[in-house]
């Protein structure tokens, strides 16, 4: 029996989970140690992500006096991973006909949409988009 290649779409709330410990960054480790470890791995976001996930570090940074010493230096290894990026040029409208019809954020919308377009799972932590959205996948249900 071959084994199954991991292909996805993740969105931040998932991705953040590598620098921030949270419920599940374990599992969250582990996608990326096989993202890294099999060349036929692959791991699609919108760019969106990278700012998101950003915009979660600075959250950490102000809220809880994280240094911005280690944030950038999470920046830095975010910008390494092997991930797939997508432009939200080419999912913005779309999008913004799935948030209205399933009540999402355009930004989550982004994510789906990518995910819906490239036939693959979204992996999340946002247990409400999850549920919102058919292909969407929780992150403690994802099977790596």
């Known amino acids: 029996m071959s084994e ?5 779409v993740l969105d ?13 960054s374990d599992k969250v480790q582990r ?4 993202l ?3 060349s036929r791995a692959e791991i699609h976001v919108p760019d969106l992500f990278y700012i998101e996930c950003a915009n979660i ?3 950490y940074t102000r809220r809880y006096k994280r240094p911005l010493e280690d944030s950038l230096a999470d920046i830095e290894d975010l910008s390494k991973l ?33 995910a819906q377009k490239l036939e693959l799972p979204l992996v999340t932590a946002d247990a409400p988009l999850a549920s919102a959205v058919e292909w969407a996948v929780w992150i403690g249900d994802f099977e790596i």
């Open 4 to 8: 199954v290649v991991l292909r996805c």
């Open 12 to 24: 931040a709330s998932v991705g953040i989970k590598l620098f921030i410990e949270e419920e599940l």
């Open 57 to 59: 570090l600075l959250k």
């Open 82 to 114: 092997a991930l797939e990026t997508t432009s939200t040029a080419e999912l913005i409208e779309d999008a913004l006909s799935l948030a209205n019809e399933k009540n999402l954020t355009a930004y989550d919308a982004c994510y789906a949409v990518l």
């Open 36 to 38: 890294a470890e099999d």
């Open 31 to 34: 996608l990326f140690t096989r």
